[in-house]
């Protein structure tokens, strides 16, 4: 049974840091991972998306990574700022069961001034 | 393009009470997904329809649990009777068919259920 793990739960840093945020799974087995941000209160806003086949993506200060075979992936976030503060989640596709995303627990990030 | 969209945001009601969540997703997307977000539990999946039929609900805590997705664009998640432990937040979310979306997953805003 595919399980996901995220690891700081919570997490706080002054401005202009750099981060990794970091997320373990236990079944290599994946069609894809994907992160969300969701901000209190609110849905969840897809930020990347990594399919299997692939190392790292990119979007703007942000990028992810993902180790198929050691079961883990990163959102590094450069520069980061006090709107970035929110509640980062992983979400791993398993490849027995490409309908289905198996979420994480979340790291829940505060960037402050 | 509107995004998955979800009614009530809120609502407030009594034990025993029937409850009724209803979601749009966005057009052209075939699969639909209604997760339960909790402290306690973080985010479950409930249950998820392939081009309008019901593929799992495994996920489905109890009978007084239901959904129905009468076409593409409209689904409803269906509480009766509500209980305290139902207090959550329930969300939908669409995906379009693979391998255009690439399996990428658009959630709505949530609707938040308090159970007296």
């Known amino acids: 049974k595919q399980e996901v793990t995220q690891i700081p739960a919570a997490l706080s840093v002054p401005e202009g840091e750099n981060l990794v945020l970091n997320c373990s799974f236990t079944?290599?087995?994946?069609?894809?991972l994907q992160w969300f941000r969701q901000d209190p209160g609110k849905g969840l806003t897809s930020l990347l998306l990594?399919?299997?086949?692939?190392r790292e993506q990119t979007s703007g200060r942000l990028n992810a990574s993902l180790d198929k075979s050691s079961g883990r992936s990163t959102l590094y976030i450069a520069a980061s700022q006090p709107g970035d503060s929110a509640t980062y989640l992983c979400?791993?596709?398993?490849?027995?069961?490409?309908?289905?995303?198996?979420f994480g627990t979340g790291t829940r990030l505060q960037v402050f001034p | 393009d509107a995004g998955v969209i979800q009614s009530p945001r809120h609502e407030v009601t009594e034990m025993g009470q029937e409850v009724t969540l209803r979601c749009k997703p966005i057009s052209g997307h075939n699969s639909l997904f209604w997760y339960r977000q909790t402290m306690m539990r973080g985010l479950e999946l409930l249950i998820y329809?392939?081009?309008?039929?019901?593929?799992?609900d495994s996920g489905m805590p109890e009978d007084r649990f239901s959904a129905k997705m009468p076409n593409a664009s409209f689904s409803t998640l269906k509480i009766q009777p509500s209980e305290p432990r139902d207090s959550a937040v329930y969300f939908c979310a669409s995906s379009p068919p693979s391998p255009t979306g690439r399996g990428e997953l658009f959630f709505g805003e949530g609707s938040r259920l308090t159970v007296l």
């Open positions: 079944d290599s087995a994946i069609y894809n």
């Open positions: 990594i399919q299997s086949s692939q």
């Open positions: 979400a791993v596709r398993p490849a027995y069961n490409t309908d289905k995303l198996i």
């Open positions: 329809f392939n081009n309008n039929v019901p593929i799992d």
